[in-house]
């Protein structure tokens, strides 16, 4: 009954459909390979939905590759026909096998596979579960470093002193040229900021007041704080994560030697004591930096200077800023080595890690400076 | 295109290179025709990795001149050469996968790069490459870190195929593979060269590699090609090095050459 159709396809056409009594037979032709895909899939979506597809000839293709072998099976797939039970017909050997190869794994490829986006409560989800697994790792990374302390107080010999001077030269005496320019700088500019407001009420000598109490109690402290989280927390991360990446790690344990002894001890006493010597360092220079400023803008003599200083700089301001910095210095190598000790088994992990200790160190610097504040107050020093 | 297995893919003309007074390459030629399964081995310090890095692009070579695809490299435009990486493979030695991507993604990145295909034909294609590649198909949501060696080699060869291309080059393919994992790595290589009609080109100093699924075997030392054919004519090579390279299998009773040198 069904009336006898045949589409006889034109020059140069990809596909097309030859419908008989038997079924419909799908006409592959032309180059199938990846380049062309989009022609492909383009003449595909041009056809006519046919009634039922039996066979797939493939006697004219001139080139045939997985790609397009793929998208002629999902092509077969979308209209309803199964891809197995069209039979191929005239395809070359070559592409008869890279057919069957495609067809084999068909079942097993997602019907649209887009790729895998979380959504904003996962997300959510898992930083916050991820916080809490760091705090938490904080806590035991602590208890660890405090054990390895109290182990050193009960045999002061293991106490590695060639590692602590290397530490110390990294941390704190190739720090010090940055440290000098940066505060020197700083004091120049509090000196000028303060200049141009206390001018205005003819009480320029404060200037010598605020410059060196804000340099001894939170510029310096802050600031180089901030300096050395930026050079040797990220660096104590890109260094012990290198040494975990290449095993290195590993093979100090097995030489029977301590990563806490070797690697953790020294670094955190290497900057616990240089950060206060790199304060008071920076103290100096800054008020140095002021007094430059307090002579060129305000023409306050160093010998007015410095006897305004010994009136306005107590004792207590300068050691509230030392008190500061070891407990920084702390913070900065708990937050360095850890976040080095825990780079996981790639390499882009110790980029992370890296940028992570900075942004850490800098805010947990800010945060115990703050609570330094509150304390210093209640203790009226 | 697909036709005749005749035509050369590519050809390695009088390669010299020079590391200051160092000698590494002293004219080095040769050439491999579509469709074959060829190994450069020579002993460490050869310059394999070396010569390999010099064919597809990434580093100059003193002198010679090296055509790909019927490009030459080390003469060809940038646009010429972005053609030219858009149709062969690379597998580095250690997989080099992008770390911040996972599988799937990295396997996409040649397709997204160099396709203007649409998303719902990329990933199932993507997907097809993973299982081609001997990997289960929830491999592809997992980041490189998570994988072990033999896999990443494998997503490796997955990213390599991406684009269906017409050669791939290996790098120590089963290198830090257990033996069984080199087997089906092997197996997998020998299915690319007789089902997709892909021509590979491998670094290696895998034995089994080179006796059980290799076509033709280059030799590389002092500066040359010291021997060039099928594995059998290699291994009858007289020169010392040849022998005791394969004298290893030829104790364990593998080898059947029992040439007396």
Do not use: C
């Not at chain 1, 005239?90 to 986006?117: D, M, Y």
């Not at chain 1, 340099?215 to 989280?229: D, G, H, K, N």
């Not at chain 1, 290198?242 to 990563?259: N, Q």
């Not at chain 2, 992008?98 to 160099?114: G, W």
């Amino acid at each position: 009954m069904t009336p006898r159709s045949r589409d006889t396809p034109p020059q140069g056409q990809l596909a097309s459909i030859e419908t008989s009594d038997g079924g419909a037979t799908l006409r592959l032709a032309g180059d199938w390979r990846l380049p062309r895909v989009q022609a492909v899939t383009a003449a595909l979506t041009a056809l006519p939905k046919p009634a039922r597809v039996v066979a797939v000839d493939g006697g004219s293709l001139t080139g045939l590759d997985t790609a397009g072998a793929l998208v002629a099976l999902r092509y077969l797939q979308r209209i309803g026909a199964d891809p197995k039970s069209a039979a191929p017909r005239n395809f070359t050997p070559h592409h008869q096998r890279i057919i069957e190869l495609v067809a084999g794994q068909l079942a097993e490829l997602p019907a649209i596979g887009k790729a895998h986006s979380r959504g904003f409560f996962t997300t959510a989800g898992r930083d916050v579960v991820a916080f809490a697994d760091l705090l938490v790792s904080y806590v035991q990374f602590l208890g660890y470093t405090a054990a390895g302390i109290g182990t050193l107080v009960l045999h002061p010999w293991r106490l590695r002193l060639k590692e602590l001077a290397a530490q110390f030269q990294q941390v704190g005496i190739t720090a010090i040229p940055v440290v000098v320019l940066v505060t020197f700088l700083i004091g120049v500019v509090i000196a000028y900021l303060l200049g141009l407001q206390a001018e205005k009420y003819g009480a320029s000598i404060f200037v010598v007041d605020g410059v060196a109490i804000g340099m001894a109690r939170e510029f310096s402290p802050i600031l180089v704080a901030v300096i050395i989280a930026g050079r040797s927390g990220a660096a104590f991360t890109a260094q012990l994560g290198t040494m975990k990446l290449t095993e290195e790690t590993d093979a100090i344990r097995v030489l029977g030697l301590s990563p806490m002894d070797v690697l953790i001890l020294p670094r955190v006493f290497a900057i616990v004591v240089a950060l206060p010597l790199l304060v008071f360092l920076g103290d100096v220079m800054g008020i140095l930096g002021g007094m430059l400023m307090a002579k060129t803008t305000l023409g306050i003599i160093p010998a007015t200077y410095i006897e305004r200083l010994h009136a306005a700089l107590h004792l207590k301001h300068v050691v509230a800023g030392l008190v500061k910095a070891p407990v920084f210095a702390f913070f900065i190598a708990i937050i360095g080595i850890r976040m080095g000790m825990t780079v996981s088994r790639d390499t882009r992990a110790i980029g992370v890690n890296t940028t992570s200790t900075v942004v850490q160190s800098i805010v947990s610097v800010i945060l115990l400076d703050a609570l330094f504040a509150v304390v210093f107050e209640k203790l009226g020093i | 295109m697909l036709a005749a297995g005749k035509d050369v893919i590519l050809e390695v003309d009088s390669i010299v290179t020079r590391f200051g007074a160092q000698t590494i390459h002293n004219g080095v030629s040769f050439s491999v025709p579509r469709g074959q399964l060829v190994a450069l081995i020579g002993g460490s310090g050869t310059g394999k990795s070396v010569l390999l890095r010099e064919i597809i692009g990434l580093m100059r070579p003193t002198a010679g001149t090296v055509r790909l695809l019927g490009t030459d490299v080390w003469k060809a435009s940038a646009a010429e050469l972005s053609k030219v990486r858009s149709r062969f493979g690379m597998m580095f030695q250690d997989g080099a996968l992008f770390s911040s991507l996972d599988v799937a993604h990295n396997v996409a990145v040649p397709l997204l790069e160099h396709t203007d295909l649409a998303p719902e034909l990329i990933w199932p294609l993507v997907q097809l490459r993973i299982a081609q590649a001997g990997l289960s198909p929830d491999t592809g949501a997992k980041m490189p870190s998570e994988l072990s060696g033999g896999m990443r080699k494998r997503a490796a060869i997955a990213r390599a195929l991406a684009l269906e291309p017409e050669v791939i080059f290996l790098d120590e393919p089963t290198s830090g593979l257990d033996p069984i994992t080199a087997r089906a790595f092997d197996k997998l290589v020998r299915f690319l060269v007789d089902d997709l009609g892909v021509t590979v080109f491998l670094v290696t100093h895998d034995l089994d590699t080179l006796l059980t699924v290799v076509d033709r075997l280059i030799v590389l030392a002092k500066g040359k090609v010291l021997a060039d054919g099928s594995v059998r004519e290699v291994m009858e090579t007289s020169d010392a090095w040849v022998q005791s390279y394969f004298s290893v299998r030829t104790m364990l009773g593998g080898g059947n050459d029992a040439h007396a040198s």
